[in-house]
């Protein structure tokens, strides 16, 4: 964390402002507050001044990860909600797994599919010089 960045201490441990989260995970603070928007973060207020709880910080490590596999922000809402209800992170975690299969299976499918479009590429390509070397030879 940098030292313009201003982190608070409370009772309940290590707080983290904005600027500490869009540093850390090297996104902008305006995501930071889109996610909030989407009720995905809920941070305390003093003031005008956000605080995030490490509660915060994990579940915004679980977005960007979400994210980055993929999930469309409505899946990560769903698998970081879990958490919180019943049957709690077991429950979350088998939700998340059957995600995963879901989207290995999907990541399989586009494999398959690029190559096949790869494939056909080429043929056409082959088949567009052949025809070009007829045409330059007459």
Known sequence: MSRSAVTLESETGQTFSIT?????????????????????????????SRIYSPRDRTRLKLILRGKRLGFSLAEVAEIVGLYDNQPGEIG???????????????????????????????SVEVRCRERLTELRGK
């Open 92 to 122: 979350q975690l088998e939700f998340f797994l059957s995600k995963i299969a879901d989207r290995r299976a999907l990541l399989h499918q586009q494999q398959e599919d690029i190559a096949v479009t790869l494939d056909e590429l080429e």
């Open 20 to 48: 500490d989260l869009a540093q850390e995970f090297d996104i902008t603070t305006r995501a930071i507050r889109f996610y909030e928007d989407q009720g995905l973060l809920a941070p305390a207020r003093r003031g005008q």
